[in-house]
């Protein structure tokens, strides 16, 4: 019997220690040199660009969190001079700190602690190189700012390629009643270039027939590579079919729509892309030198999530006489610049409000924000979204991208735009009796907004969270709605209300 049950107790044990590695051995690999390589190169690309300073060791330790994140079991840290990591009722490894601040020391350090804890734990072990390198990451930047990020290299290769964009022929499609139908052709795509107007119906492309297929299907048939060419048929309004060979161009989408209301223009712009300043421009000198130049303009950037910065400068540029639209500030002296508008205003005379809501942000904001601060437009709405801070790209050694934030964006007068967003001279988000008492007041020559502005924009970097509060307060940001076209009318409607609305010039530094 003794001997019988000192083989049960072994086959048990054997049992005991298989169950116990099986989840371990389990998973993705690890590749210590790799993960290495990354978070030096991580690290050294941040130090410098944050934009508060902040040790490359601060910076291991956040990101050695990401352990913990991972298994809560494991706990990384720095004491006595030791980096330690511990499991739940021992010391798994303790090595000595290192004694600079260089990133590859750093990182190596931290990442030898990564493969203990690949070793030891079986959800450190799961995650694998990528994982531990996302959680790392992931922790890390949440003690910097929202926007700063790492993308693991299959997300990063589908980014890029949306970036570059794919070629087409400028084409917005729909589908009504099992047909394919153009909701727009950009102007200058090769689509409109080549006949196709909207209300057109596409019927084939390459031969293909599009009946019964959705608007995605076919835009995706439509789409290829630059410079190659795909055969559309497609019937006009008159019933005809025709049928045209056309290169696929890079064509940005439409961002810019204007339309003429009584002596109104009203512009709306949906995005900032590389033909946004040129379209804006088009669409002022089409409507200032037409028969009957519109009496004010009406810029309407409500929804807008921004884009390019230099389109939103170049649009700026078209409403501002000389001096400063935006400025850039970082540590990095790439990262700081100043936009500045030139001679080429095109409509000096013309009163200009601009539309905004909570959703407008980033570059929406810089073009609200420089029409406000050189006293060239009214903004009227809610506080805007308030993104200003600006992201630079570095390409990773496993194939992913860091974006980190390295600079502000501060209107004319030197207030950021991050967290703050713009504050508008005629706020509509309280409601409409609010409203109303606002117009009056202006039409008597008080800005009731005037001090919550004046606060706003003597604001300065970094701004506590609870003065953001404060400052936005004074109009919370809302959706659009009808009432801010119905205040731009009652504004631009009475030369005293616009007058009083516009508030002193801030001249900038």
């Known amino acids: 019997m003794p001997r019988l049950a000192v083989l049960i107790l072994l086959l048990l044990l054997l049992l005991a220690a298989e169950t116990h590695a099986e989840p371990v051995a389990a998973g993705p690999t690890f590749d210590q040199s790799l993960a290495t390589a990354v978070t030096t190169a991580a690290l050294a690309f941040m130090a410098p660009r944050i934009l508060e300073p902040v040790p490359v060791s601060q910076l291991t330790l956040w990101g050695l969190r990401g352990l913990t994140a991972l298994d809560p079991q494991l706990t990384a840290e720095l004491r006595d001079g030791s980096l330690r990591l511990s499991g739940p009722d021992r010391i798994l490894v303790a090595q000595p700190a290192p004694k600079t601040e260089e990133p590859a020391d750093w990182a190596s350090a931290a990442i030898s602690l990564a493969a203990v804890a690949w070793m030891e734990s079986a959800a450190v072990h799961r995650a694998g190189t990528g994982g531990i390198l996302q959680s790392f990451f992931d922790e890390l930047f949440n003690h910097l700012d929202p926007y700063s990020r790492y993308v693991p290299p299959g997300e990063a290769a589908e980014d890029r390629e949306r970036r570059s964009g794919t070629a087409g022929l400028g084409l917005v499609l729909a589908t009504r009643g099992g047909a394919v139908v153009v909701e727009q052709s950009i102007e200058d795509g090769p689509g409109a270039l080549g006949g196709i107007v909207r209300g057109d119906r596409i019927v084939t492309v390459d031969g293909r027939v599009t009946r019964g297929r959705d608007a995605a299907t076919v835009s995706d048939w439509i789409d290829g590579p630059e410079d190659t ?92 006489s000389p001096g400063v639209i935006a400025m850039t500030a970082g540590r990095d002296p790439q990262a700081t610049r100043v936009w500045r508008s030139g001679n080429d205003e095109l409509a000096p005379n013309v009163p200009v409000t601009v539309l905004v809501d909570g959703r407008s942000a980033s570059a929406a904001e810089v073009l609200a924000a420089a029409l406000a601060d050189r006293g060239r437009a009214v903004v009227i709405g809610s506080a805007t979204l308030g993104k200003g801070l600006v992201q630079t790209i570095a390409p990773m050694p496993d194939g992913g991208e860091l974006f980190v934030t390295w600079s502000r964006i501060l209107a004319p007068g030197g207030w950021p735009i991050q967290g703050l967003g713009v504050l508008p001279q005629v706020c509509t988000s309280k409601g409409q009796e609010a409203l109303a008492r606002q117009l009056a007041a202006l039409a008597r020559g008080v800005q009731p907004m005037a001090d919550a502005i004046a606060r706003h924009r003597a604001a300065r970097a970094p701004v506590p969270p609870v003065q953001v509060l404060a400052l936005r307060s004074a109009c919370p940001a809302a959706e659009g709605s009808d009432a801010d076209l119905s205040a731009a009318r009652a504004v631009i409607a009475n030369p005293a209300v616009y007058a009083a609305a516009l508030l002193p010039v801030t001249t900038g530094r």
Do not use: C, Y
């Open 229 to 320: 060419s795909v055969t559309i048929g497609w019937r006009g309004r008159d019933g005809k079919v025709r049928n045209a060979d056309l290169v696929r161009a890079m064509v940005p989408p439409e961002t810019v729509f204007a339309q003429t209301v009584a002596d109104l223009l009203i512009v709306r712009i949906t995005g900032f892309n590389r033909r946004t300043g040129e379209r804006v421009a088009h669409e002022l000198d089409v409507a200032l030198n037409g028969p009957r130049p519109p009496g004010a303009i009406v810029l309407d950037l409500r929804g807008n999530r921004g884009g390019l910065l230099r389109e939103a400068a170049a649009v700026a540029d078209a409403f501002l």
